[in-house]
């Protein structure tokens, strides 16, 4: 709205559930991530990326070259720190990331996991697919779920 443009590394490994600068690390949930098996299978499927991401972060220069060849005549005098998120991604215990939205099914509940910040937007949609699974797994008497 202002007339500027974000850019940034897409995702850094954080080693903190809240760690927005990135070099803050919490032990206890470094130890966590690096304990879980489904990590270190990602990491290794993934690696390649996550360096040149890293690599990105760390280097002005390296960041402005990759923004250049999208954008030729920015130069590095135009890039200016801005903030960061904290986006969580689901890895499951073989080293996929799991979409958005993944739902998981028990005997009596139904979990939705990996839920990312733009939930709230789709919060009635994500209800009606909760709905259509309590109906159909749990067969559950119903009507059908009205779509707008």
Same mark, same amino acid.
Request: hydrophobic share 40%.
């Given at each position: 709205?202002?007339?500027?443009? !974000? #850019? @940034? ?7 903190? *559930? ?10 206890? !949930?470094?130890?966590?991530?690096? /304990?879980?098996? @489904?990590?270190? $299978?990602?990491a290794r499927k993934?690696? $390649?990326?996550?360096?040149a991401e890293q ?6 220069? #390296?960041?402005? *070259? #990759? ?9 590095? !005098? ?14 499951? *215990?073989? @080293? ?10 028990? /005997? ?26 309590l109906v159909n797994?749990?067969?559950? #008497?119903?009507? !059908?779920?009205? *779509?707008?």
């Amino acid at each position: 709205m202002n007339g500027s443009l !974000e #850019a @940034g590394p897409n995702a850094l490994l954080a080693f903190r *559930r809240e760690g927005y600068t990135g070099s803050s690390p919490d032990l206890s !949930e470094a130890v966590e991530t690096l /304990r879980y098996p @489904g990590f270190w $299978k990602m990491a290794r499927k993934y690696w $390649k990326m996550g360096m040149a991401e890293q690599y990105r972060s760390w280097l002005k220069s #390296a960041f402005t *070259r #990759a923004l250049q060849q999208m954008v030729p005549e920015l130069t590095a !005098e135009d890039l200016v720190p801005g903030g960061s998120g904290v986006r969580a991604q689901a890895v499951d *215990r073989n @080293g996929n990331l799991l979409d958005d939205f993944h739902f998981i099914l028990s /005997r009596r509940m139904i979990h939705v996991c990996n839920v990312p910040s733009p939930a709230a937007t789709a919060s009635l949609e994500i209800g009606r697919e909760v709905v259509d699974m309590l109906v159909n797994y749990f067969e559950l #008497a119903g009507e !059908e779920v009205p *779509r707008n």
